[in-house]
């Protein structure tokens, strides 16, 4: 069942350990600028260790003994160690966003690249805004963690091990009154983390329907004029973002909480080992060494402020990263046998053996359909509104499986061949023609890239589409925008035809093809439909007489079954329900 655009998506609560795992497996590629990074990050390390400790020298030697020589040698390792450390800060900003990005990037066309194979199916049931938001908004909302997050949390690691070690090595008992409040942000993170998980859910949710209605709204655009209902809109939209709004100010607040907290925990600490030290509290240190250790104290929290930073981050990106996984495991339902193979060269022959289809469990638009198709016939395919007139051609393409029975192509059940190699041997002309963003040139050659831009205009002008290509600004290097909106509506369906004619398929379905086109340019375009379905099955769902009345047979769609099955004469002798949907039309047509 489709989803609305204010209907939240339920989601599968995910195994967050397996989800880091495969971003681990994207990281896994670039294994070179991993380990190098990783090297920068243990010599950024060592050179923190350094400042601290030339500092306590200063205090505890230096100035006691007045040793100006000894001052120099330390301002010039400083120095050296100060530019070093500016060059590893940029090394990493430049690099760890590098491998973010690549690793965005191939996440995002693997998604695109499943999101190709999902079957109609996927598709009808969710709004292409939602699905849009996962392969976008999503993907590009981890870019934090992956372009400034693992990596920066294994330097911060790498920081706390190595400060740990040295404050351990100074004095033991300072380094355990440093972690004293420790257990308090461990407590804190834990509340603030579920708490945020939900409201990071819940935003998730919001913008996806944001965006949504969003697309809705602009692929809608001439209805909502048309019916002036620009008012309305505008007030379910105010509605749809003024969620979006109070969902993101709500995950925010819970965000914005954890990071005060750890830098007060910090400031709490230094003021208490400050305290501890001063008053010589089960400690005896050098003033020297106490100002070092406070500078050690405070290596040790920032990069736990990172993390803090970072964790906020991750619950936030982890809510994004389980949906944007969610869609790359949904399975088409659409696929290939582990044993398929490809299939041959066909002459068109097309056998339906006892098949039963329905779109959803309890539906069932055909039970028992058998009927058989010889090569170069070309069979309308007539009956009321929801009789499963597409449904055949869909089923013939195998856009969907069916439940029982076979469909043999030239002999050959079309579940034992590869789905690729089957369509591309299949030629499909739809009311709804999809003309891509470029030039005419290029929607035309869609269909078989291969071929020469003398081939493509003899396809076009046998469909009568030459006719007005040639009078464009650019002719066929006119640019065409999205959906081909600057086109009339017959002169898609006319560009159509001639990709379809230019893939040069054997067996061909035209589903309400010549709908767009009126009567003078269909009259024109006839000779070419003729030469279009020359020496290929064809099927054919139309409702205009003179398409239905030039077909070898008729097969006429009602009750879940071909209720008649004839040429036009043989039919209106019949005098059934072929008859009658004929006469009808023709009365119209007189009335007009």
Known sequence: ?????????????????????????????????????????????????????????????????NNITLLVVIIIGYTIVTLLNGWTIRYRQYNISLLGQNVLRDMRSDLFRHMQ????????????????????????????????????VVSDVFSILVTLTIMLIIDVRLT????????????????????????????????????????????????????????????????VSNQQKDAWMDAVKIQFLLSPIVQNIAILTVSFIYFVGVRKIGVDVSTGVLIAFIGYVNNFWDPIINI???????????????????MMDVSPEITDKEDAFEMPPVKGEVIFQNVEFGYEEGQ??????????????????????????????????????????????????????????????????????????????????????????????????????????????????????????TLSAGQRQLISFARTLLSDPKVLILDEATSSIDTQTEILLQEGLDRLLEGRTAFVVAHRLATIRNSDRIFYIGDRKILEEGSHDELMRQGGNYYNLYKTQSDLLKGL
């Open 176 to 239: 355990l009154y440093s972690m004293i409040l420790l257990p308090v942000l461990f407590v804190v993170t834990m509340i603030i983390k579920n708490k945020q998980r939900v409201a990071y859910d819940k935003l998730s949710h919001k913008q996806a329907n944001l965006n949504a209605y969003i697309h809705e709204s602009i692929t809608g655009i001439k209805t909502t004029q048309s019916f002036t209902r620009e008012r309305f809109n505008r007030e379910v939209f105010s509605d």
């Open 117 to 152: 194979k999902l079957s109609f199916s996927f598709f009808k049931t969710r709004p292409h805004g939602k699905v849009l938001t996962r392969v976008v908004d999503y993907i590009n909302n981890l870019s934090n963690i992956l372009s400034s997050g693992f990596i920066n």
């Open 308 to 326: 803090g930073n970072f964790y906020n981050s991750l619950v936030s990106g982890t809510v994004y990263l389980e949906r944007v996984f969610e």
């Open 364 to 485: 069932t638009i055909f039970e028992d359909l058998s009927f058989h198709v010889k090569p170069g016939e070309t069979i309308a395919l007539v009956g009321p509104t929801g009789a499963g007139k597409s449904t055949i051609t869909n089923l013939i393409s195998r856009f969907y499986d069916i439940r029982k029975g076979a469909i043999l192509v030239d002999g050959i059940n079309i579940q034992d061949v590869t789905i690729k190699s089957l369509r591309n041997q299949i030629g499909v002309m739809l009311q709804d023609t999809f003309i891509f963003t470029g030039t005419i040139m290029d929607n035309i050659r869609y269909g078989n890239l291969e071929a020469t831009e003398e081939e493509v205009i003899e396809a076009a002008s046998i469909v009568r589409a030459h006719d007005f290509i040639k009078d464009l600004p650019r002719g066929y290097e006119t640019r065409v925008q999205e959906r081909g909106s």
């Open 1 to 65: 069942m489709a989803q609305a655009n204010n209907v939240e998506e339920t989601q599968k609560k995910t195994n967050n350990f397996q989800n880091y795992k495969r971003i681990a497996s994207y990281l896994a590629s670039y294994k070179k600028s991993v380990f190098s990074l990783l090297f920068v990050v243990l010599f950024a390390n060592i050179l923190m260790i350094i400042g601290p400790y030339l500092t306590s020298i200063v205090i505890d030697v230096v100035i006691p003994d």
